[in-house]
């Protein structure tokens, strides 16, 4: 079976590493994917210095405004490179990772009679309308092509079942069409005994580190950590590794400043995927301390195939690979004295931290690696091939 797969993600995009290690699995088990990176990072090279400087003043006065029309407008030329890509390369199915305002590659793809499978990871445009609220929305437009797009696709696949159940509900899906996969980690590079930790100066070496690696956006709360470490003052020998960037970045490290906690935490930004797991090595507990209802956290499988027992708020797609109690310990969302409770519990019990650790990577190595993610698309395609030939 030959497969085509269309992204939209760039480089620096979260998605890009679900996008990466989904297809290196791909590679590994011996599929044909033919990958077309629909590419839409901020133009680097962008021409001479005049023609930059001029584009950078529009954008920063007229990307508001225009923002959403121009990603509705990429899907004329988006379409025309999709078609001509999908009549040279005949795949059997497309998978779609959906893009908020996109519709061009199920067009092509139903242009050619080729089924569709559209990989959905969020509400696309609920999510857009609240955590980027920076742009204007132009009404209706983005919902109806969302709306179409799910409703004439083939099949889905879901990140998490919570998702599925809301787009089935949202736009009238029936349940039979929605598949839900998990994201997944590959326990070969986050292996604890191939790893050798990070240096950090500011990690004191018999510390009890809880650690948060993700990207510094408001929905993962990370400017919680300021008021958990002043409950937890009474643990000396407790320690906050931060590592990751973003937009929430800068206003912490001011606060951990003003508050007098330099050496309680440690920040050192974003690295490279490939070094991450030297810094989770450095940790004796994954956080996370809120995350969006619909998530599949890459992190949270990070952390558990390094063996850290994890702490995550109690939604349905942490609770499908967290066993509260075997794994980790799951809090009430949004509740900070639960999760100041949850992380004092495993910072003095180091015989129950060990005893997750183990349980942890046995869970996401025995069904949560991206070979296991892999294996769920490629059923579902040829569920869907099977369908399209009859």
Same mark, same amino acid.
């Given at each position: 079976m030959r497969i085509a797969y269309f992204s939209y993600v760039y480089e620096k995009d979260g998605g890009y590493i679900h996008t990466r290690e989904f297809l290196s699995a791909m590679a590994r088990l011996g599929f044909d994917v033919q990958v077309l990176w629909q590419n839409q990072a901020p133009d680097a090279a962008g *021409? *001479?210095?005049?023609?930059?400087? %001029? &584009? @950078?003043?529009?954008?920063?006065?007229?990307?508001?405004?225009?923002? @959403? +029309?121009?990603? +509705?407008?990429?899907?004329?030329?988006?379409?025309? !490179?999709?078609?001509?890509? =999908?009549? !040279?390369?005949?795949?059997?199915?497309?998978?779609? &990772?959906?893009?908020?305002?996109?519709?061009?590659?199920?067009? /092509?793809?139903?242009?050619?009679?080729?089924?569709?499978?559209?990989? +959905?990871?969020?509400?696309?445009?609920? #999510?857009?309308?609240?955590?980027?609220?920076?742009?204007?929305?132009?009404?209706?437009?983005?919902?109806?092509?969302?709306?179409?797009?799910?409703?004439? /696709?083939?099949?889905? +696949?879901? $990140?998490?079942?919570?998702l599925g159940r809301y787009l089935s509900r949202a736009h009238g899906v029936p349940p039979d069409r929605i598949h839900v996969n998990p994201n997944g980690v590959d326990p070969e590079r986050f292996d604890p005994e191939r790893t050798t930790p990070a240096r950090l100066q500011?990690?004191?070496?018999? /510390? %009890? $580190?809880? *650690?948060?690696?993700?990207?510094?956006q408001g929905f993962h709360g990370v400017e919680r950590i300021i008021q958990i470490a002043r409950s937890l003052a009474d643990l000396e020998q407790l320690h906050f590794l931060l590592v990751g960037d973003g937009p929430a970045r800068a206003g912490l490290q001011r606060q951990i400043v003003a508050a007098g906690l330099e050496r309680r935490i440690t920040m050192v930004g974003r690295v490279?995927?490939?070094?991450?797991?030297?810094?989770?090595? =450095?940790?004796?507990?994954?956080?996370?301390?809120?995350?969006?209802?619909?998530?599949?956290?890459?992190? %949270?499988? #990070?952390?558990?195939?390094?063996r850290l027992p994890v702490i995550g708020p109690r939604h349905d797609p942490i609770g499908e690979m967290i066993e509260h109690g075997t794994h980790g310990l799951l809090f009430a969302p949004e509740d900070l004295e639960d999760l100041t409770a949850c992380i004092r519990r495993l910072a003095i019990d180091p015989d129950l931290r060990r005893r997750m650790s183990v349980a942890a990577r046995e869970r996401v190595v025995g069904m949560l690696t991206w070979e296991h993610n892999a294996q769920r698309v490629k059923r579902v395609c040829a569920q869907v091939a099977a369908g399209s030939s009859s």
């Open positions: *021409g *001479g210095s005049a023609r930059r400087r %001029v &584009r @950078d003043v529009l954008k920063k006065h007229l990307s508001r405004w225009l923002h @959403d +029309i121009r990603e +509705i407008l990429l899907n004329i030329p988006f379409g025309l !490179r999709e078609r001509r890509f =999908l009549s !040279r390369v005949r795949p059997d199915v497309v998978i779609i &990772r959906q893009a908020t305002s996109k519709v061009s590659g199920l067009l /092509a793809a139903h242009s050619l009679s080729i089924p569709v499978i559209l990989e +959905i990871n969020a509400p696309g445009t609920l #999510e857009e309308k609240t955590y980027e609220q920076g742009y204007w929305h132009p009404p209706l437009v983005p919902e109806w092509i969302e709306r179409y797009t799910i409703r004439k /696709a083939d099949a889905i +696949i879901a $990140v998490s079942g919570a500011t990690v004191p070496g018999d /510390a %009890v $580190v809880v *650690g948060f690696c993700a990207s510094f490279p995927h490939d070094e991450v797991p030297a810094y989770l090595a =450095l940790m004796d507990i994954g956080l996370l301390p809120s995350t969006a209802w619909y998530c599949s956290p890459i992190k %949270v499988l #990070e952390y558990m195939a390094m």
